[in-house]
């Protein structure tokens, strides 16, 4: 029993302790693979790049910047960044072009959405340096143009320097696609701001790159003068780097210019500098373009030397070009002194000289096709390198990934039930908005009914009356006497009215129910509105014999002008139809605060005060309200009480049956 209980006991702690080790292995092993070298903080990092920038040869900073980049797998994104930048700049300086691509827009997934804007705009415009070295200019100039972009208000003089460059590679490459124009435009934004901020250091290729556009573009003067500032850069700056070419280059436009001595004496400066830093190529040029000025200035014999030095060197460095100029040069030469011998010698040199020339270019572009070739080659086996090590780093995440899983599915779960809660919403607004559409579309049939209830029912009785007159009046035309014609015409006339105002009425009320009537209101006169409503019934109304009576007022209201006339006329309208022969309708105007009160009042038939309830009620029939042959469908009224709503107003009226009646318009004042 003993025995069985110390082996039970040491299984259940075997068991334990089993279980704990496959956990410590699901959950720290695949971590602890992942990051085989020790982390870095942010100096030693800083440290280690300012040791990395100091190695000539890209090819051997691509390994340290590698490792670097391992080291910082979890510090700063901006540390990642900057190591991810130098390593698409080594790769682009040996021509690695799809490596620098690809470690340049690693760099920019991390810099993209946080607030470095001078470095994503640095990586952006080295980007556009890669596509320039493949030809590929539509592309870097997307790059260029991202990484003017990513500069935003940025005003540091960190941002200025990188704009400066920017403009100038732009320039670069509207040179490069013989667009001069462009570039010298580009090129003379970027010397601005050069100037502008003191930018010392982008002082020499802003001038430099601005002289060639000028040049190119053929504004010499202009070309001279930043060729010599970029001289007076150099001197402050201490910078050989560029002296020899930019003196020789100020030489070749004072040549152009016929500047036959300061070009001399350049040339001669850009050959002594050449020596100096052991730029051979440069040093011959000189001494060619000196014997070329020689012959222009028919000094023969100086021409011939300096032709003869650039020959010796021009053979020891193998610049065969330059021996074809050299010989060039010495053949002029002879050839100018009458020498014709020697200068048949000379050209047959030139002429043998110039077939073996050919065969060395040739052998020449082959070896450049070879070395290219092994330089593609390199560059597949540093991406199938880089592959392997990704494929690594994928591992080691896919280990950790099972451990999301559950976290995944719950907030999958949550966002499921928001959906569902979400579409429970979106169907009550649905099933509310149903609602709204549906008493709209009662109202909207509410409208058609009454529509064809006028044309049906009032429409229909004027156009009757109006066809039994003319049927009449055709019959009769040859038996009537001159009195029978005049009331002939008086009942057409009127029946014609009758349907104008019914139409007009019609029309406009329609147009208020679908909202199309223009609306559109400010201060006006009312006194303009009220006489403009008058002479639109004056007609009626001296047909009818009555007296329309009105004095003028200053009163200003805030409406719109057109619906306050149709409602005033509609008003009258009705008004002199309801008035006794040779009646009165009076107009006043009364001003009370905030608002202005029109009332037209008449001396006619009145309406009893159980039917003044219907008169401007939506539901009531109109034509159920008295007796009186000169009741229409009520459209009239509704319409004026719509338009006078509209406004912000009111419309109400009184009356006393045989005596006449009163309507109120009220009217916000100004």
């Given at each position: 029993m003993p025995k069985q209980f110390i082996l039970n006991y040491y299984m259940r702690h075997f068991t334990n302790l089993f279980v704990l080790f496959l956990l410590f292995s699901l959950l720290y092993i695949p971590r602890l693979q992942g990051q085989p070298l020790p982390e870095l903080n942010a100096t030693q990092v800083k440290n280690q790049l300012v040791e990395i920038r100091r190695i000539q040869n890209p090819q051997e900073s691509i390994k340290p910047l590698q490792q670097l980049l391992r080291q910082t797998s979890l510090s700063s994104d901006s540390l990642r960044s900057v190591i991810l930048l130098e390593l698409g700049t080594n790769f682009g300086r040996f021509y690695s072009n799809d490596s620098a691509i690809h470690y340049l827009t690693s760099a920019l997934t991390l810099t993209k959405a946080k607030p470095w804007v001078v470095l994503?705009?640095?990586?952006?415009?080295?980007?556009?340096?890669?596509?320039?070295?493949?030809?590929?200019?539509?592309?870097?100039?997307?790059?260029?143009?991202?990484?003017?972009?990513?500069?935003?208000?940025?005003?540091?003089?960190e941002r200025y320097v990188c704009e400066a460059k920017i403009l100038g590679n732009i320039g670069g490459i509207h040179y490069d696609l013989e667009e001069f124009e462009k570039a010298l435009e580009f090129a003379g934004r970027s010397?601005?701001?050069?100037?502008?901020?003191?930018l010392n250091e982008r002082k020499v290729g802003s001038y430099i790159m601005l002289a060639f556009a000028a040049r190119a573009s053929g504004k010499i003067e202009l070309a001279t003068v930043n060729t010599e500032k970029a001289l007076v850069a150099m001197n402050e700056l201490k910078d050989?780097?560029?002296?020899?070419?930019?003196?020789?280059?100020?030489?070749?436009?004072?040549?152009?210019?016929?500047?036959w001595d300061a070009a001399y004496q350049n040339f001669g400066q850009a050959y002594a500098v050449a020596i100096i830093m052991g730029e051979e190529e440069v040093a011959v040029s000189c001494l060619i373009s000196q014997g070329q000025i020689n012959l222009q200035k028919q000094e023969f014999d100086k021409a011939y030397q300096l032709a003869e030095q650039a020959l010796q060197r021009s053979l020891s460095n193998r610049f065969f070009p330059k021996i074809l100029e050299g010989l060039d040069i010495q053949y002029q030469s002879l050839k100018a002194k009458n020498l014709w011998k020697e200068a048949a010698i000379v050209q047959e040199k030139r002429l043998a000289f110039k077939d073996s020339l050919f065969n060395v270019q040739s052998k020449q572009q082959v070896s450049e096709l070879e070395t290219r070739y092994e330089t593609q080659k390199k560059e597949e086996t540093i991406r199938d390198l880089e592959q392997q090590r990704q494929i690594r780093e994928l591992e080691a995440t896919t280990a950790r990934q099972w451990r999301l899983g559950l976290l995944i599915i719950v907030v999958l779960l949550l966002f499921v039930m928001a959906v569902l809660y979400n579409r429970y919403q979106l169907k009550q607004r649905a099933a509310k908005v149903m609602d709204e559409k549906n008493l709209e579309l009662r109202q909207l049939n509410s409208f058609k009914d009454r529509m064809f209830a006028v044309i049906s029912h009032d429409l229909r009785n004027p156009?009757?009356?109006?066809?039994?007159?003319?049927e009449s009046l055709n019959q009769n035309l040859q038996h009537a006497s001159q009195q029978e014609m005049k009331e002939f015409m008086e009942s057409m006339l009127t029946s014609a009215r009758d349907l104008k105002g019914l139409l007009n009425n019609l029309l406009e009320w329609s147009m208020v129910q679908?909202?199309?009537?223009?609306?559109?209101?400010?201060?006006?006169?009312?006194?303009?509105?009220?006489?403009?409503?008058?002479?639109?019934?004056?007609?009626?109304?001296?047909a009818a014999g009555i007296t329309i009576s009105y004095t003028s007022v200053n009163t200003v209201v805030t409406a719109d002008r057109n619906m306050v006339v149709i409602a005033v006329r509609n008003?009258?309208?009705?008004?002199?139809?309801?008035?006794?022969?040779?009646?009165?309708?009076?107009?006043?105007?009364?001003?009370?605060?905030?608002?202005?009160t029109v009332t037209v009042r008449d001396e006619g038939l009145g309406i009893s005060a159980d039917e003044m309830s219907k008169l401007f009620n939506d539901n009531e029939d109109a034509r159920s309200?008295?007796?009186?042959?000169?009741?229409?469908?009520?459209?009239?009224?509704?319409?004026?009480?719509?338009?006078?709503?509209?406004?912000?107003?009111r419309i109400y009226a009184e009356s006393t049956e045989g005596k006449g009646s009163i309507f109120y318009i009220d009217i916000p004042l100004v």
């Open positions: 994503t705009s640095e990586i952006y415009n080295y980007a556009g340096n890669v596509m320039r070295n493949r030809s590929d200019n539509q592309k870097a100039m997307h790059y260029y143009d991202s990484a003017l972009q990513a500069l935003g208000d940025n005003r540091s003089r010397s601005r701001i050069t100037e502008e901020h003191q050989s780097s560029y002296l020899a070419h930019t003196y020789y280059n100020l030489a070749s436009l004072q040549q152009i210019q016929k500047k156009v009757d009356a109006f066809s039994m007159l003319m679908i909202g199309k009537l223009p609306f559109n209101p400010k201060p006006f006169i009312i006194d303009q509105a009220i006489r403009e409503s008058i002479s639109h019934i004056k007609s009626m109304a001296d008003i009258l309208t009705n008004a002199i139809k309801f008035s006794h022969q040779n009646g009165n309708v009076f107009i006043n105007v009364m001003e009370h605060p905030g608002k202005a309200i008295g007796n009186s042959s000169a009741k229409g469908s009520g459209i009239g009224l509704l319409l004026c009480k719509e338009l006078i709503a509209r406004n912000g107003g």
